[in-house]
């Protein structure tokens, strides 16, 4: 176990956490997000296609949240990072739609959230090529 070993399945785990958590909410209560997601983007360029984007956006977040955790176990048992990789991949994709709908909604607060998440990811990346 080593710095880069902690830093790998660090920040696995916490796309793991912030991913599975964040779908499965949307899975659990998705009539009531996109009635919330209506009405967050109803000034907005997108308004028509909320559901469209909430289901996308649900099957993204569900796959960085499994291919993290996934990923997570796989560095445990050290058989490499490549599921984190491509967790990281996801969960990547996912912030930058998510980042592109708070902008569009004029969401700036949200959107720097969004950013601090990003942030991890590009450190992410840094460490789980290492």
């Not at 599975?20 to 308004?47: C, M, R, T, Y």
Request: proline share 2%; hydrophobic share 60%.
């Amino acid at each position: 176990m080593d710095t880069v070993w902690c830093g790998q399945l660090a920040v696995s785990v916490f796309f793991a956490i912030a991913f599975l958590q964040s779908a499965a909410d949307k899975w659990v209560d998705s009539a009531g997000n996109i009635e919330f997601f209506s009405g967050h983007f109803s000034n907005s360029p997108l308004a028509s296609m909320v559901p469209a984007m909430f289901w996308t956006i649900t099957v993204l977040e569900s796959l960085a949240g499994v291919l993290s955790g996934l990923g997570a176990l796989m560095i445990l048992l050290g058989m490499g990072t490549g599921l984190a990789v491509w967790g990281l991949v996801f969960a990547t994709v996912s912030l930058l739609c998510l980042f592109f709908g708070q902008r569009l909604a004029q969401d700036y607060a949200g959107a720097a959230v969004i950013a601090a998440y990003f942030a991890v990811a590009l450190l992410g990346f840094a460490i789980l090529g290492g």
